[in-house]
């Protein structure tokens, strides 16, 4: 799990480093991590550093000073002014200041560009020379390193604006909401976090962190010795409908295939169909740990009693699709709600571009409303508990963004609902390992053949 913190957070941390040791070189450090990531990245030849007025300059600067050591450095001052003591460095290691005209030219032969114009101070609309060089970079096969973000994004936002397009980024202390916040995570390549020494605690109830492969792995539930079909857990499906059936089947191969002790099928399809192609199904109600309500109901009648249903039960539910629109009234404590963003802002009376531009308030404020856990589906999925903790899931490729995927996800949440997952955490692993599948099956591969997929991708996580 990694921490996601904002601009504020770092300026706040890295004050109380300097209250508590006025002396330490924060900024040498990081461009010490910098210079030896560049040398990872670009062995050999000339490098070409783009460097900004502020503090994000001065670590290039002084990253330039290191690798000038011992191979070619060009330093363009593209706001026309530098950090003082960085720019002194650079010169005496021998770097060659140069204007913009020069900088682009220099783009020609240069193995490797460093990106230290804007940092955490970032305001969004480069000037004019430093956006087109940022595109002359982009159109060129040089990589690029970005020092803490690529110049032009907000720290604390997905949004994209004129920006500089990494390879790499190195960032310190803690990743920050562009790192891993599409569509401005995809601008930032490989990220690096670096520790300079700079703690960052964080506010446990506002706390947004990101789940990794490890923690996958390790709240996968297994089955043990001691294990029977129901202690793994039972889902009981009710999805699809006469005009969605597909669904049906997508739920319960995500279910199935993600390694449930049973599977029930309640829903409005005709059963024939579902154990046609899935032969194990149990059709009917019975004794079940969780239920999947919603995916492929499309608008059909007595969305409200059928959620209901789920309440009489005393169960919790993975909530998606229309049934999303019908929620009891009270806490749903437990249970999981898998919006897309259109669904979420339906939900919430406001625009869908809302949703997209603050998704981590948005799913926030109807896990807090609701009392249930919130999967935002998208290309970065969030899950939002009640107390305001939001946790991303591992990201995949876009070939998901398909109809279908929802129904297969909403079918693994269940499976993980069932096997006593808290519903958060369900939303997580199962988002999480969607996305897996997805990245080692290079597609595109339609839900149901990625969802058979899932067993090999789950096995060799526990192996
Ligand atoms: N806060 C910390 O803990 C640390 C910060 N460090 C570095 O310091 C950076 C932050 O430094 P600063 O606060 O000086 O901020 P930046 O260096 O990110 O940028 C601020 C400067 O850029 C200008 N600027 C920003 N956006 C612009 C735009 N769109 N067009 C034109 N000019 C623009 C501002 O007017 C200001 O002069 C970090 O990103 C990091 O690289 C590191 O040295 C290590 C520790
Ligand atoms: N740009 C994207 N990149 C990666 N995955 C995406 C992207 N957009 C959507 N997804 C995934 O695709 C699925 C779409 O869900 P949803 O819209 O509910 O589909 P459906 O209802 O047709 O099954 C989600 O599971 C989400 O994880
Ligand atoms: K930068």
Redesign the pocket.
């Known amino acids: 799990m990694r921490q996601v913190i904002t601009a504020q957070q770092?300026?706040d941390?890295?004050q109380r480093v300097f209250d508590a040791e006025p002396d330490v070189d924060?900024?040498g450090?990081?461009a010490r991590a910098v210079a030896k990531i560049a040398e990872g990245v670009a062995p050999s030849g000339p490098v070409l550093v783009a460097v900004?007025?502020?503090?994000?300059?001065?670590?290039g600067l002084f990253a330039a000073a290191h690798l000038a050591d011992h191979r070619p450095v060009t330093v363009w001052l593209a706001?026309g002014k530098g950090h003082e003591a960085g720019l002194a460095a650079a010169r005496a290691a021998g770097c060659h200041v140069v204007d913009a005209v020069a900088a682009a030219a220099a783009l020609g032969d240069a193995a490797l560009v460093i990106d230290?114009v804007?940092?955490?101070?970032?305001?969004?609309?480069?000037?004019t020379t430093?956006a087109t060089f940022a595109e002359a970079c982009e159109a060129s096969a040089v990589p690029v390193l970005s020092?803490?973000?690529p110049s032009?994004l907000d720290a604390d936002s997905g949004q994209v604006h004129d920006s500089f397009r990494a390879q790499h980024t190195v960032t310190?202390?803690a990743l920050k909401a562009c790192h891993v916040q599409e569509p401005a995570a995809s601008r930032c390549g490989q990220v690096h976090v670096v520790d300079?020494g700079?703690p960052v605690p964080q506010d446990e109830g506002q706390a947004v962190r990101q789940a990794d492969e490890a923690d996958v792995a390790r709240w996968w539930p297994r089955p043990d010795a001691t294990s029977d079909k129901y202690s793994r857990g039972v889902v009981m499906l009710d999805t699809g409908s006469e005009h969605y059936q597909g669904a049906a089947l997508l739920t319960v191969a995500g279910a199935l295939n993600a390694g449930a002790g049973m599977v029930r099928y309640t829903g409005r399809v005709h059963s024939g169909l579902v154990l046609s192609r899935f032969p194990s199904v149990v059709v009917g109600e019975g004794r079940a740990q969780a239920m999947v309500l919603g995916s492929g109901w499309g608008d059909t009648d007595g969305a409200e009693g059928r959620v209901a249903n789920a309440r009489l039960h005393g169960l919790p539910a993975v909530v998606d699709a229309n049934a999303l629109y019908a929620l009891p009234q009270g806490r749903l404590d437990g249970w999981l709600l898998t919006p897309h963003a259109g669904e979420l802002s339906r939900m919430l009376g406001c625009s869908r571009s809302h949703v997209q531009t603050e998704p981590v308030s948005c799913a926030r404020e109807v896990a807090r409303t609701t009392g249930a856990a919130v999967l935002l589906k998208g290309a970065t999925q969030y899950v939002a508990e009640p107390s305001g903790r939001v946790t991303i899931a591992v990201p995949g490729p876009n070939w998901t963004a398909q109809a279908g995927s929802g129904d297969v996800l909403a079918g693994i949440c269940g499976t993980l609902l069932a096997a006593g997952l808290p519903a958060w955490r369900a939303g997580v692993v199962g988002a999480s390992i969607q996305a897996m599948t997805a990245a080692r099956n290079p597609g595109p591969y339609p839900p149901d053949a990625l969802a058979a997929r899932l067993p090999e991708v789950i096995g060799s996580l526990l192996a």
């Open positions: 770092m300026r941390a890295e924060l900024m450090r990081a900004g007025p502020g503090n994000n300059g001065g670590d706001m230290a804007t940092g955490l101070g970032s305001r969004p609309e480069l000037p430093t020092v803490d973000l032009g310190f202390a300079i700079v």
